[in-house]
């Protein structure tokens, strides 16, 4: 779900870029020197399940794992995504290099969102850690939806109907990351408890 070059006004992509540099701020102060293959290894999961695209006007849909990555991160989420996003913008011209404040911004954002929402419930019995990972994990792809969304619509009212449609595809997608993120976190559970710490 990112937005291509040229789509965005210059209020919106300012007010990305400001919101993701305090994000990114944030994000690199929160980084310990341990931590720094777990944000690796992350944006790296970021980065592939991003890398299938159904296209949606001036948008896409695929999954963003953004849920997991910030649940597992917290504010490092901001770091995480916007490398995965650059490399994405450089490698794929997914997205672009302009709108890299606003896509960065509406992937973290949620994710960070899902971290103190639902993290506690990561470190619970097994039932609650999945249901924290399927809600962190979706809500957080459909909270995404909604910031493109607005993006969207604040550049140009015409851009409602492609919003509405950005929002009705990533419904699905939603249902399925918050199922693949429920069953990396029991993965994580069984087989590296201190990643849920």
Not at 31 to 51: C, G, H, Q
Not at 159 to 185: C, D, N, Q, S
Request: cysteine-free; aromatic content about 8%.
């Amino acid at each position: 779900m990112h937005i291509s070059e040229g789509v965005l006004s210059a209020p919106v992509l300012i007010t990305g870029a400001v919101l993701s540099l305090a994000g990114l701020t944030l994000g690199l102060r929160k980084i310990k020197n341990e931590d720094i293959p777990k944000v690796a290894v992350l944006s790296s999961a970021f980065f592939v399940a991003s890398l299938i695209h159904i296209p949606i006007g001036p948008t896409s849909a695929h999954l963003v794992l953004n849920g997991l990555v910030g649940m597992l991160l917290g504010w490092a989420a901001f770091p995480s995504i916007f490398v995965g996003l650059v490399l994405q913008a450089l490698l794929f011209q997914f997205g672009g290099l302009t709108t890299l404040g606003v896509n960065t911004f509406a992937m973290a954002m949620p994710g960070v969102l899902s971290y103190y929402a639902f993290r506690g419930m990561l470190r619970k019995g097994k039932n609650l850690a999945f249901a924290g990972g399927f809600l962190g994990g979706a809500l957080a792809l459909i909270i995404a939806a909604v910031f493109i969304s607005i993006a969207l619509i604040e550049t140009e009212k015409s851009f409602i109907g492609v919003a509405g449609t950005l929002l009705a595809m990533h419904l699905p997608i939603a249902v399925i990351e918050g199922i693949i993120t429920g069953f990396v976190v029991i993965y994580l559970k069984k087989v590296k408890p201190e990643a849920l710490a």
